[in-house]
T-cell receptor, first 112, second 113 residues
Framework: KNEVEQSPQNLTAQEGEFITINCSYS?????LHWLQQHPGGGIVSLFM???GKKKHGRLIATINIQEKHSSLHITASHPRDSAVYIC??????????????FGTGTLLAVQP | NAGVMQNPRHLVRRRGQEARLRCSPM?????VYWYRQLPEEGLKFMVY????????ESGMPKERFSAEFPKEGPSILRIQQVVRGDSAAYFC???????????FGSGTQLSVL
């Protein structure tokens, strides 16, 4: 079993829909990242959070440390949101390392 | 302020050759991370470096792979005697501190013939 699990693996939505992508992890962490990877490979860091909720434009990320779960929400989705969304956790080894463990990603396609 | 710069964008090597991948972090960032994305697989951590020091190389194969981040110049990921299984996208990221958001380069796509 992977230490970081994402669901769903694939998601197709109509433009304007509210989208939720989930991430569950089984290790102790010090932070969680949400990343976006477009076709062609470029990776953009959307959020880094260790508690609560963050919002940037139409994107909202939440984390529940006790339940070891995070969600990424996209409001009023648009075809340009089509990408792979990746959850990654920074494992809390108690040391100086900044090693990330990645989920396998959620492929989102937003249709006009 | 330029972003994280990786070059080359695409690199083709024959089996047995050496591959050198370069990463220039964002200005002011002293922490560099290398990740590998194999075809149809997720990203995997390889190595974490600060200037002149390797902090964590637990994700790096023990043989043929090495990384450095010298006092001057870019970070280099070096793969000696490449094999077909090394074909992958290699991403570099940087941050100013360990508890800061990461900034990724565009990646180097390595193809081994």
């Amino acid at each position: 079993k992977n230490e970081v699990e994402q669901s769903p693996q694939n998601l197709t939505a109509q433009e304007g829909e509210f989208i939720t992508i989930n991430c569950s992890y089984s290790v102790g962490i010090s932070a969680l990242h949400w990343l976006q990877q477009h076709p062609g490979g470029g990776i953009v860091s959307l959020f880094m959070l260790s508690s609560g909720k963050k919002k940037h434009g139409r994107l909202i990320a939440t984390i529940n440390i006790q339940e070891k779960h995070s969600s990424l929400h996209i409001t009023a989705s648009h075809p340009r949101d089509s990408a792979v969304y990746i959850c990654a956790v920074r494992v809390d080894y108690g040391g100086a390392t900044n090693k990330l463990i990645f989920g396998t990603g959620t492929l989102l396609a937003v249709q006009p | 302020n330029a972003g994280v710069m990786q070059n080359p964008r695409h690199l083709v090597r024959r089996r047995g050759q050496e591959a050198r991948l370069r990463c220039s972090p964002m200005k002011g960032h002293s922490h560099v991370y290398w990740y590998r994305q194999l075809p149809e697989e997720g990203l995997k951590f390889m190595v974490y470096l600060q200037k002149e020091n390797i902090i964590d190389e637990s994700g790096m194969p023990k043989e043929r792979f090495s990384a450095e981040f010298p006092k001057e110049g870019p970070s280099i990921l070096r793969i000696q005697q490449v094999v077909r299984g090394d074909s992958a996208a290699y991403f570099c990221a940087s941050s100013p501190r360990t508890d800061e958001k990461l900034f990724f380069g565009s990646g180097t796509q390595l193809s081994v013939l």
